[in-house]
């Protein structure tokens, strides 16, 4: 579960943000809508603890975050948030799989090279584990995307325009997935973007 409580941040006097209060149970999902210029990156920079806030909390499972020191955030942030970055981050000299396992390295977890090839399978990449990322397709790049955030079995996803470069056939089937893993594992689901499709697909919306 997820809930933010009078977030603020600022950039500079002239750039600052007031977000409102969210809440996101487990197995919830929440869609943050906004145009660019109104925040959308940060308060996901804030919600991932990438941003520290002027003021306020952001809260994980009674855990308030914006109390914790600069290590035990790091800490947290592996352990409990799984993030699907707009355009995936994997370490290149990696294969599919050693970018899989990086999350449970990263969060002091076993290496857990039965669950990798799982959810290969469950997402349809399961050909490919030995390949450098570079070698896979957009589609496949952000199936393991999903997937790697999904390793460590997080309270919540945070998906940052996972749609935004997709038709409307590989959007449906982005949202499908997230939608599916979050169910499966029990994790607060949060999608920020700008993109108005995937309006019908959530329930729960916020505009900024």
Excluded: W
């Amino acid at each position: 579960m997820l809930e933010t409580r009078h977030l603020t941040f600022e950039y500079t006097p002239a750039k600052q943000f007031t977000f409102p209060d969210v809440h996101c149970a487990n197995r919830e999902a929440l869609l943050i809508l906004g145009q660019s210029g109104r925040g959308k990156t940060t308060f996901l920079h804030l919600l991932a603890l990438l941003l520290k806030p002027k003021s306020g909390s952001v809260i994980i499972d009674q855990t308030d975050l914006t109390r914790l020191s600069v290590a035990d955030t790091a800490a947290f942030r592996a352990r409990h948030l799984g993030i699907v970055y707009q355009k995936p981050h994997f370490v290149s000299a990696l294969s599919v799989m050693d970018n899989l396992l990086l999350a449970n390295y990263l969060a002091n977890k076993p290496q857990d090279k039965s669950r990798a090839r799982a959810l290969a399978v469950q997402l349809g990449f399961s050909e490919q584990l030995a390949k450098k990322t570079h070698q896979l397709s957009q589609g496949e790049q952000q199936r393991v995307s999903i997937a790697r955030s999904v390793m460590n079995q997080p309270d919540v996803i945070l998906a940052d325009e996972p749609t935004s470069s997709l038709d409307d056939d590989n959007t449906a089937r982005v949202v499908t997935l997230l939608r599916d893993q979050s169910e499966q594992i029990g994790a607060s689901l949060i999608v920020v973007t700008h993109d108005q499709r995937l309006k019908d697909a959530f329930q729960n919306r916020v505009n900024l």
